[in-house]
Every structure is written in C-alpha cells, then in structure tokens.
C-alpha cells in the first residue's frame, strides 16, 4: 500500500503561485502514475494533472494548460504540482492520487483558495 500526504496548499491572490507537493511512504513496487485531482464545492472530482512514474508521459486538463506544471522526483517519492497564473476557479480542495497495480490511493487533500 502507498500513503500519500500533500503540503503546499493556501490562499493566493488571482496571477500569482503556489506549488503542491505530496510525498509518498510505503511499497513504490508496481506503481505507474502520480497525479493531482482537485474538488471544488458543489463539483465533481476532475482530473488536474498526471505524471507517469519514467516521467515520460504527462497529462493536464485543459483548464490549467500553460499555467501548471506536474513533476515528480522518484528518489524523493515526491510529485509536485507549480501552480502559476491562478485564477479563482482554480479554487478547491487538490488530492494527491497514485495509481499502484490496479489501485488508486489518494491522499486527504489541500485546499487552495484564490481570491480575486
């Protein structure tokens, strides 16, 4: 199993930055991807950024497209999401989430909040 726990989370004002990290701990065997989701009130979990665990592959959703940026530093059992150019949609609750094997594991979340 994969615990998972993020830091980085806050309030920012509209344009400026904050980055996400979240450590892993447990068994890295088998896993394949690591990625943000973020919730905000009233919606649904969407799909923010992922990472395959070479790096090679990476994914975002069209709404952050330019303005964040996943990483992940294996060594560390880290992923990191720079978070630039925030707007107050991009406020929610960011979960951390690892794909091992067949499972997905998620951490308790951050929240980011943007005021306008």
């Known amino acids: 199993q994969v615990q998972l726990v993020e830091s980085g989370g806050g309030l920012a004002q509209a344009g400026g930055s904050l980055r996400l990290s979240c450590t892993a701990s447990g068994s890295r065997l088998g896993i394949t991807m690591m990625g943000w989701y973020r919730q905000a009130p009233g919606k649904q979990r969407e799909l923010v950024a992922q990472?395959?665990?070479?790096?090679?592959?990476?994914n975002y959703a069209d709404s952050v497209k330019g303005r964040f940026t996943i990483s992940r530093d294996n060594a560390k059992n880290t992923v990191s999401l720079q978070m630039n150019s925030l707007k107050p949609e991009d406020t929610a609750v960011y979960y951390c989430t690892v794909r091992q094997y067949y499972n997905n594991y998620w951490g308790q979340g951050t929240q980011v909040t943007v005021s306008s």
């Open positions: 990472i395959s665990w070479s790096g090679d592959t990476t």
